[in-house]
């Protein structure tokens, strides 16, 4: 519900800061006060158009601020954290308008569209007024005040979510029907890709192992040779490494005397000599083990030979086939999972549709049995606010093409002003004044179940007096006792019933004009109530009437 009204240089208010309660909240004042300027911000927090003429005279911008109390209202909170703007049960609408016409809007705030403010809005007001756009001329308004009387909110629920079951499961089928061709190709050359790399069975790394092996078995016969000819010089041929340094060793050992400085050096030789001896004995032996194997050489590059031409053919590196042969076999099982048959299809879109149109009956049914109830007793709220021709029909027609996810029908409200003449929406017979007294008689009849917290009624008393003006009170008031109801009226018996009274006046400084709103008590309120009875001209008499006309007000809901 809302709490508290800033609103800053706005027409001819400089300064003016409400609290708000729950129940009646009554807005009186003299003609041209500024009674207005309340709703009219609220209009401009709830995102309705604003322009330069909306600034003070002499103010660089006019700032309207308004905080609601969310922690009851789960359509705005939803919304919100939709939005990623949510801080727990407070909600603070904020709007700037510059005296250039420039306009920008704060939901806690954070910058945003006025299109999302008026979404929110939505959720958190409903101002009825006479001039302004009023949510009870739309159809979607009538379908959710009709589901919240007759307690098919569920039911509603239930058939958007079965509809939008069927929904996709067409979409699935029609995608399916146009594409199966294209489908059914596509799976051929999966399936033969995924075979063909079956066969394949490249292991991880095996590409590289097989072309070192390659690299080895193509040059055996080199190896063999090369190891040959090392052998034979190491030890094995007269002119070997092995027999010259024996030839050195003798050269040394017939030296006449005993040199010591060669020792380490004769030392080495010998040494050397046993190095080269076994370095040939080991050659021998590996050249006469050592043999080629042209076919596993020939089976290698064969193996090879099929990796190369496959990744070739897909046109990627050798290393990238192992996950090729992943992500196709992956695509192909989710292809082949998915891909029902056409008759399967078929059949989840008829049970589908079964199922949306099994609870859409129900919903149907509820709506009807409600329209029934809800149209007598708005009927019964219009007799006692003076118009009694007036019948309040609740119209469900019944859609002769697809249904939608809100139902089988559409929803409307429409007013036979007179016996005997037809039908029609409230667009288009209703008058200003009219019309807020019916969407009062149905708000009153809706007050239970309905989800907006706080509803603003401008002049719903036009054209009416006496004992009617009295029942107006008496429903205002009726609507306050479970939500929040801000109204302005010219009705001393509608003030008079109130749970606060708001009084607005008008006061003249120099050359500037300012508006005051300030709240009444009980003797405030009294004497507002004699104003409103005997105008300017206050007796004994007028307020004694106000004194009675209040406390009976006031006394006749306790």
Same mark, same amino acid.
């Given at each position: ?247 050195? =060793?003798? &050269? *040394?050992? +017939?030296?006449?005397? !005993?040199?010591? %400085?060669?020792? #380490? ?5 010998? @040494? ?48 990238? =086939?192992? &996950? *090729?042969? +992943?992500?196709?076999? !992956?695509?192909? %099982?989710?292809? #082949? ?5 056409? @008759? ?50 609740? &119209? *469900? ?7 939608? %996810? ?153």
């Amino acid at each position: 519900m809302l709490t508290q009204l800033t609103v800053s240089n706005y027409a001819i208010a400089e300064r003016v800061e409400l609290q708000f309660q729950k129940g009646m909240t009554a807005l009186t004042g003299e003609t041209g006060a500024g009674k207005s300027i309340v709703l009219d911000a609220l209009g401009l927090a709830m995102g309705g158009r604003g322009d330069a003429s909306a600034v003070r005279h002499g103010a660089k911008r006019a700032d309207i601020t308004a905080a609601f109390d969310i922690a009851r209202t789960p359509q705005a909170r939803e919304w919100l954290e939709d939005q990623d703007l949510d801080d727990g049960n407070d909600c603070i609408l904020r709007r700037v308008i510059s005296r250039d016409g420039r306009s920008r809007a704060y939901i806690n705030g954070q910058p945003c569209p006025l299109n999302q403010l008026k979404e929110l809005g939505a959720h958190l007001m409903d101002i009825h007024s006479q001039h302004q756009h009023q949510s009870l001329l739309k159809k979607d308004t009538h379908r959710r005040l009709l589901d919240e009387f007759s307690g098919s909110e569920d039911l509603a629920i239930k058939t958007r979510l079965a509809w939008k079951q069927w929904h996709q499961a067409r979409e699935r089928l029609i995608s399916r029907q146009q594409n199966a061709d294209e489908t059914e190709a596509r799976l051929q050359l999966l399936r033969y890709q995924v075979e063909e790399l079956d066969r394949l069975a490249l292991e991880e790394d095996e590409q590289s192992r097989l072309e070192q092996e390659q690299e080895q078995l193509s040059h055996a016969e080199t190896v063999r040779q090369h190891s040959h000819h090392a052998a034979m010089l190491c030890s094995e041929d007269e002119t070997s490494a092995a027999d010259m340094v024996r030839q050195a =060793l003798q &050269q *040394l050992e +017939q030296l006449p005397v !005993e040199v010591p %400085a060669l020792a #380490d050096t004769i030392q080495m030789l010998n @040494e050397a000599q046993i190095q080269l001896s076994e370095a040939g004995s080991n050659l021998v032996h590996f050249v006469e083990d050592y043999e080629a194997d042209p076919e596993r050489l020939q089976e290698v590059e064969d193996r090879l030979s099929a990796i190369y031409q496959l990744a070739r053919k897909h046109r990627i590196q050798p290393e990238e =086939l192992p &996950q *090729l042969h +992943q992500r196709l076999g !992956e695509e192909l %099982a989710e292809l #082949d999972g998915s891909g029902s048959s056409l @008759e399967q299809l078929e059949a989840d879109v008829e049970n589908y549709r079964k199922a949306y149109q099994s609870v859409a009956d129900k919903l149907s049914q509820a709506r009807r049995e409600g329209a029934a109830t809800l149209d007598q007793r708005v009927g019964e709220e219009l007799t006692e606010l003076g118009m009694p021709t007036m019948q309040f029909i609740s &119209q *469900l027609d019944t859609r002769d093409e697809s249904p939608s %996810a809100t139902g089988n029908e559409d929803i409307e409200f429409l007013i036979s002003a007179n016996p005997g003449q037809p039908a029609r929406p409230l667009a288009k017979v209703a008058s200003g004044g009219e019309l807020s007294r019916i969407s009062l008689a149905i708000q009153v009849v809706v007050a239970q179940t309905s989800t907006t917290p706080t509803l603003v009624f401008d002049e719903v008393d036009v054209g009416i007096g006496g004992g009617t003006a009295e029942v107006v009170g008496r429903l205002l008031r009726t609507l306050g006792e479970s939500g929040q109801i801000i109204c302005v009226t010219h009705l001393p018996q509608v003030a008079a019933q109130s749970h606060e009274h708001l009084f607005v006046s008008k006061l003249s400084e120099a050359d500037a004009t300012f508006s005051k709103i300030e709240i009444l008590n009980d003797q405030g309120r009294i004497s507002e109530v004699a104003r409103m009875l005997g105008g300017v001209d206050m007796t004994e008499q007028t307020l004694a009437h106000a004194r009675e006309m209040y406390t009976k007000g006031q006394a006749t809901h306790h």
